[in-house]
């Protein structure tokens, strides 16, 4: 069900995808001109289908950086999400 719904917003509003620190580290081309890129973590036990983040911009090499499970793009904006019921 949940991928279902996943799949359903993906395909009408195309949101970044974190990529996995695990998977690779952020090259310098997609960091700020100070070598900063947004690093973050899920604040919930869904993983990355969370819809709470936790974002902070930080250097790529920054052992701070390095604790964090995500990263995006510098390019990327931080998106307002509400949630209503």
């Given at each position: 069900?949940?991928?279902?719904?996943?799949?359903?917003?993906?395909?009408?509003?195309?949101?970044?995808?974190?990529?996995?620190?695990?998977?690779?580290?952020?090259?310098?081309?997609?960091?700020?001109a100070e070598g900063r890129c947004w690093f973050g973590k899920p604040l919930h036990p869904t993983?990355?289908?969370?819809?709470?983040?936790?974002?902070?911009?930080?250097?790529?090499?920054?052992?701070?950086?390095?604790?964090?499970?995500?990263?995006?793009?510098?390019?990327?904006?931080?998106?307002?999400?509400?949630?209503?019921?």
């Amino acid at each position: 069900m949940l991928d279902n719904i996943i799949n359903w917003i993906d395909a009408r509003l195309p949101l970044p995808r974190p990529i996995a620190l695990s998977d690779r580290r952020p090259p310098a081309q997609d960091c700020d001109a100070e070598g900063r890129c947004w690093f973050g973590k899920p604040l919930h036990p869904t993983g990355i289908y969370s819809m709470y983040w936790s974002w902070d911009l930080k250097h790529r090499h920054s052992s701070l950086a390095q604790q964090e499970l995500y990263w995006l793009p510098a390019s990327v904006r931080r998106l307002p999400v509400r949630i209503t019921s």
